[in-house]
């Protein structure tokens, strides 16, 4: 549940004071902000794009040509939006270069649920300290990669979640559909941090912070489970989650 909260608030904390920061610390002009935004809802789609390939049943050789066109499939449908938008797409023509991310997780992750969550959890760690850390575009490529990193988490912590529950598996089901609340409550706490001392670029602390429990909850949740004699990195036949 608490996985849930913190997954959820990280992801649409990140998107909600995008904004803000793209103004008050870049100086872009509010009604040149909104690609910027597209792009990390985009990026959640080139995710989530890419992950469902597992659920087909294709050859491994197709997955894998699959697992590389999809996301920059996604990435071709956000310029074609965004130009008939009347939007200036130029400034993101680099970003095919971090897709590259996404899709070395989606492969090292091997369809195991809680090695996709510790290694997307990490990346989403690296993303937002070079945020941080960093100045101009690749700041701000930084925070809105999150997206990418964010895309498959939901399956992850609710597969994770709800294996070995037996007869309690809709009840764990709808706590866990709950937790959604952090959507709601992370992004405001995050918008105290960032009126107060630390200011809007490093009040993404508070996504270092989710994604930190994230990290703890794949290992601690793949360990309490192998006791259990549920073990994902066990592989079957093809499939995703």
């Not at 049943?57 to 008939?84: E, H, R």
């Not at 630390?198 to 602390?205: A, E, V």
Request: net charge positive; aromatic share 12%.
């Amino acid at each position: 549940m608490i996985a849930i909260f913190v997954y959820v608030g990280v992801e649409v904390a990140t998107a909600s004071n995008l904004p803000n920061y793209l103004e008050k610390d870049l100086g872009i002009q509010t009604k040149n902000v909104a690609p910027y935004i597209s792009l990390y809802w985009a990026s959640l789609m080139m995710g989530r794009w890419t992950a469902s390939i597992g659920a087909f049943n294709l050859k491994a050789g197709a997955k894998k040509i699959l697992s590389f066109f999809m996301p920059y499939l996604a990435f071709t449908v956000f310029i074609i939006v965004n130009k008939i938008a009347g939007h200036d797409v130029t400034p993101f023509y680099y970003y095919p270069v971090i897709i590259l991310a996404l899709i070395l997780g989606n492969i090292l992750s091997r369809d195991s649920p809680a090695r996709m969550l510790l290694i997307y959890a990490s990346m989403g760690i690296i993303a937002l300290c070079i945020g941080m850390l960093a100045t101009g575009s690749l700041s701000v490529f930084a925070f809105v990669s999150v997206g990418l990193f964010c895309s498959t988490l939901w399956p992850c912590i609710f597969t994770l979640g709800i294996a070995g529950l037996g007869k309690h598996t809709n009840e764990g089901s709808s706590l866990l559909v709950m937790m959604i609340l952090g959507g709601a409550l992370l992004p405001v706490l995050q918008g105290k941090i960032a009126d107060g001392i630390l200011g809007i670029k490093h009040s993404y602390i508070v996504g270092v912070l989710c994604f930190a429990y994230l990290a703890f909850y794949a290992i601690r949740a793949k360990a309490l489970l192998k006791k259990q004699g549920i073990d994902y990195d066990i592989k079957t036949t093809g499939g995703g989650h």
